[in-house]
Structure formats: structure tokens, C-alpha cells
């Protein structure tokens, strides 16, 4: 089918195995992702964001066991089930990415114009030379000054910044349709925040590709993201175009992270909002709602059975509230 998305996610659940726990970090998620879209993914820290991207293209610690069940096609194959030596030739090739920990993006002891072209070589089968030539592009290309000198040098010898800028040269070297971004900018300051967040919008704009963004900030996803999915304990709460989700935000847990961004009139040092209470741990079956405990609107339907993701009426936004829901068919 020509127009079906680049990226479709369909019940995805995941399961972990370590010598210590057992846990479903990923229960049930759907969304899709077109060419040329940005796709938001929010929820607290531990709500299985990172897990939901990087289980299905093998990229998960060594001393876990992971097991997927669902379905994720991405360019009209399906992932799950596909053998690794194929899986890792779509790594850092049709997907690119950027990982959280900015720490473990660079080899410390290599310069980055080699860093940058052994990318180049790995998936584009380029020379040496030709591999060279395409490093100094790329990092022209993500608005780095003087090109030719930062090649020759260390990850140590950069701000942090300019680091996480070769970081997105380094994802960008396979000329990926897909770029998973997680937590891009977490690491940095605020005002270089809003510069590589910026970056990371026009460059996905101008090479038209797919963008999955992981965030735990809405304010960095209204400018950003044509769609967001809000997880919470590994379910999808709420999903839909961003601008009927932040303007008016039907799942409790949604309407809880909006009022947490810090507001303009906001005293300067006030304290951050937060939501009161804490997620659950995932090792434990859960029946009803997972927000349910720290829900304002509970009723006794939340705990009951796990509420369904609903449509809207115009049929845009899904959500898995049996309050907002009352009276309305699941999907
Ligand atoms: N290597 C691992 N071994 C065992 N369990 C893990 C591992 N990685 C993740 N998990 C489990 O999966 C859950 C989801 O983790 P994940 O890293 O996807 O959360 P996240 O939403 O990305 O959080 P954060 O915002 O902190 O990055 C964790 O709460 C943990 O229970
Ligand atoms: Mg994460």
C-alpha cells in the first residue's frame, strides 16, 4: 500500500527479563509515524519511552531477556521477528539515532571527523575519501563554524552543545528516513536547548524524514510535534495531533503535565509544579488505571478493568479514560 505510514506501531508490548525482575514496560502501544511528520512521545521517567523505541531494533542491555509481541513495520517490513544481521543493517542507516545518555554517543578517544566518515563508510559504502569529504558536509550542515578544524578534534575539547550537534551529524551520516531523537536536549542548557531543539526541527523539515522525539517536557513538544502519545506506566494515556492534545487535553494525567510546565507569570524560583504523588512499579499486573491513585476524578469503573483508548468524536484524539469516556464505544 503506497500511503501506508513510514513507521506503524500496532499493540506493541514488551517484556524484560533480568536475573532480578520481570517487567512489561511496554503494554499495548500503538501510533504511526508518516515521512516528513514529528512524532512526540512524553511520560514521566520509567513510563517505557526509551524501551517502546530501542527494544524492537535490538538495542537493549546485554543481562536482559527481551521479548516483543505486536507488531512494528517500518518501510512496509515488519520488525518484530526479523533477523538481527537485518535488523542492524536498518541501524543508523533508515534509522538514525540520537540516545539519551550523551555520555556513550562518542568515542572519547577518536576525532570526530573519523567518528563522523566511519559512519559514512559503515552505511553508505563510501571510500575513506569519499567518507571525508561527507563528515565535513554534515558538519556544515548542522551549523557548526569552522568545519575543517572541529574535524580534527576530541568529543573532550567541544562544549557541550557543539557535542550533541556532531552527535546529530554522527545519527544523520546513513541519511536516515527515520530519526529517533531521545531526550536530545536533557543534558544541555536551557538556552542551548532551545537552539539544537531547533536544529533538530529544520533539519528534519528540510531533509523531509521522520522524526520520533522522546521527551519527559511538553513545553518542548508544541513547537516541535505534529502528534504526541502520553505514556503512563507503559500505556498509552492519550494520543492525537498536538494541537487538539495541548490545547485541550482530555486524560487527567495529560491535563497533570500541562499544568506542570512553569508558566510566565510563575514567580522566578518558584517551585516546579510536578504532579503529586508517584507511578507505579511495573513488575505488579495491573487491573484498572494506572493513574487512578493519583487521579483527582477516580470513580470506581477506573479500577475496575483497564479502560480502552477511545476515539473523540471527530475521531482524532484517543483516550484511555473511563471518565472522559463515559458513555462512548471503545474504538
Ligand atoms: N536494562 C533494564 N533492565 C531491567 N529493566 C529495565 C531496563 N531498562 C528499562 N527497564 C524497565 O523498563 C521501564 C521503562 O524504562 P524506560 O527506560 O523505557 O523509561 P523512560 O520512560 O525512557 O524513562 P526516562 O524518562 O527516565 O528515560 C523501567 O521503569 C524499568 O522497569
Ligand atoms: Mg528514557
Known sequence: MHDEPLLSVSNLTVDLLTAKSAVRPVDGVSYTVRQGECLAIV???????????????????????????????????????????????LRGKSIGF?????????????????????????????????AEARALELVKLVGI?????????????????????????????????LLIADEPTTALDVTVQAQILRLLKDLQRRLNMAMVLITHDMGVVAGAADNIVVMYAARAAERGPVDKVLVTPRHPY???????????????????????????????????????PRCDFAVPACTASRPPLVP????????????????????
Open 43 to 89: 511520560g514521566e521517567s520509567g513510563s517505557g519511552k526509551t524501551v517502546m523505541n530501542f527494544a524492537p531494533l535490538g538495542l537493549m542491555p546485554t543481562g536482559v531477556t527481551t521479548s516483543l509481541s505486536g507488531s512494528v513495520r517500518f518501510g512496509g517490513r515488519e520488525l518484530i521477528g526479523l533477523p538481527e544481521p537485518d535488523i542492524r543493517k
Open 145 to 177: 563554524s569552522d568545519p575543517a578544524a572541529r574535524l580534527r578534534q576530541y568529543p573532550h575539547e567541544l562544549s557541550g552543545g557543539l557535542r550533541q550537534r556532531i552527535v546529530i551529524a554522527t545519527a544523520l551520516a546513513g541519511e536516515p528516513k
Open 254 to 292: 495529560t491535563r497533570g503535565l500541562i499544568n506542570a510546565i512553569p508558566k510566565r507569570e510563575d514567580p522566578i524560583g518558584s517551585l516546579f509544579r510536578g504532579l503529586p504523588g508517584i507511578p507505579p512499579t511495573l513488575g505488579a499486573p495491573l487491573k484498572g488505571c494506572a493513574f487512578a
Open 98 to 130: 540520537i540516545f539519551q545518555d550523551p555520555m556513550s554517543a562518542l568515542n572519547p578517544v577518536r576525532r570526530i571527523g573519523r567518528q563522523i566518515a566511519e559512519m559514512a563508510e559503515l552505511h553508505l559504502n563510501m571510500t575513506p575519501r569519499a
Open 312 to 331: 473523540s468524536a471527530d475521531g482524532s484524539v484517543f483516550v484511555a479514560c473511563p471518565v472522559v469516556n463515559e458513555g462512548r464505544a471503545a474504538a
